[in-house]
């Protein structure tokens, strides 16, 4: 289906997902409930979509013949993450529609890549400069980005790929600590806050915007995330226009994620985007008329977009691997508190891998942060809260 294409995909239809993480599950539950069978492609037999697809093919999402085979058996294919690389996608796309579009993927996908697209597109970024050979080294020690943050190009998430770098001369340890694998080095900000506004595009350009989200992360990986995020409406507005600017300029379809940084003066950066569902997103399966898994399905198959409406203020916490540190949790005490939901992912525990998450009222956060302080091992409870 191309973008101005208006035929709906209609249950009973199948819905194809690449990669079967915990993203892949909600999607797969989503569309599950409005009637579609799914198939989830991804090398674990054991991951986590496997829970709720009704189909599983077991190979790597990077061997394009287990691609072609996902699409045969599909009306149309959604991405559980965006690190699936885009050049096999985009031969899929020609038979089988892929959301989000490879050529939008494509962008994204490269950290530098999506950094020029925001330059072209006038939108304000944090400072930069490519690193991806000794010249370019060498023009990053002279720019005025320091301390800063290098980042590679491809493949990070969750603060993964990424080495902090105090000043100038640190810089070529941090690139080396990165195999020297191309990069960008970005100044670091200093924030008030950091948000994520979550738009939903339909295939006839219709544009809906989830409340804004404010973010907590702890080591660069999402801890908390409250919704409404406690912003002024000027500033809401201002970031929304951009992502509605950002979204149109890729003719995107389906669910379309920008992380900011407000500054103390009001000014928002982009941090980064994503082309898909998003982990401070998860709140929106309770505190939401419609989930982002759902907007997401609706939006592909060219349903009518849900109501993005609060129903009422909520908190998310994620719940890391460091929390199975002695073994399986024992969650009774979150459950007892009223009007909160638990996600667990049911994968095998690291430290700082996502696990789960849990999701609650505002009126019950601190109920909820005593509760899981209580889970914490006692050095990681001295810690305690967010970054
Ligand atoms: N330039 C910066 N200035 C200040 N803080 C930063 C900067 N870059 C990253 N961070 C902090 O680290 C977090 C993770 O960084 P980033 O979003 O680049 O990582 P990621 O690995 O792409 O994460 P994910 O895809 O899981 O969101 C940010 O949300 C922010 O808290
Ligand atoms: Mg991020």
Redesign the pocket.
């Known amino acids: 289906m191309s973008a101005r294409d208006a035929n709906p995909v209609l249950p009973p239809a199948t819905v194809g997902i690449v990669g079967g993480g915990q993203l892949g599950w909600l999607m797969a539950g989503a569309a599950g409930r409005l009637g579609y069978d799914t198939v989830v492609l991804d090398p674990d037999p054991g991951c986590t979509a496997t829970r709720t697809a009704t189909a599983h093919i077991v190979a790597d999402f990077r061997d394009p013949d287990a691609l072609a085979d996902l699409a045969s058996r599909c009306d149309l294919l959604l991405l559980d993450n965006e690190h699936i690389p885009g050049g096999p996608l985009a031969e899929i796309a020609a038979h089988t529609p892929v959301y989000p579009a490879p050529a939008a993927l494509l962008r994204i996908q490269d950290r530098l890549e999506q950094r020029r697209m925001l330059s072209e597109l006038d939108v304000p970024q944090?400072p930069y400069h490519a690193v991806g050979d000794d010249d370019e080294l060498a023009a990053a020690m002279r720019a005025d980005l320091f301390p800063?943050?290098l980042?590679s190009r491809r493949g990070?998430?969750?603060?993964?790929?990424?080495v902090r770098v105090a000043a100038a001369g640190d810089l070529p340890e941090a690139w080396a600590a990165l195999d020297r694998r191309p990069a960008v080095l970005?100044?670091?900000?200093?924030?008030e806050r950091?948000i994520s506004l979550i738009l939903v595009r339909g295939h006839d350009g219709e544009v809906v915007f989830f409340p804004p989200l404010w973010?907590r992360?702890r080591d660069?990986?999402?801890a908390r995330t409250e919704v409404p995020a406690p912003i002024a409406d000027e500033v809401t507005a201002a970031g929304r226009e951009l992502v509605r600017t950002m979204a149109a300029a890729l003719d995107y379809v389906g669910v379309f994620t920008v992380?900011f940084?407000l500054r103390p003066d009001g000014e928002l950066l982009v941090?980064?985007i994503?082309p898909r569902v998003?982990?401070s997103g998860h709140v929106t399966l309770d505190a939401c008329a419609t989930s982002q898994f759902e907007q997401q399905v609706r939006a592909a198959c060219g349903l009518p977009l849900g109501s993005c409406e609060l129903r009422h203020d909520a908190v998310m916490y994620n719940l890391l691997g460091d929390l199975w540190e002695a073994g399986e949790p024992d969650f009774t005490p979150l459950l007892a508190i009223p009007d909160t939901r638990l996600y667990l992912y049911r994968k095998s525990p690291r430290p700082g891998r996502k696990m789960g998450h849990v999701v609650t009222r505002l009126a019950h956060d601190e109920r909820l942060a005593r509760a899981l302080d209580d889970l914490r091992p006692p050095p990681a409870r001295a810690a305690g809260g967010c970054?």
Do not use: C, M, P
């Open positions: 944090s800063g943050v980042k990070g998430y969750d603060g993964r790929g990424q970005e100044r670091w900000i200093d924030f950091e973010n992360h660069g990986v999402l992380e940084f941090n980064e994503a998003h982990n970054a």
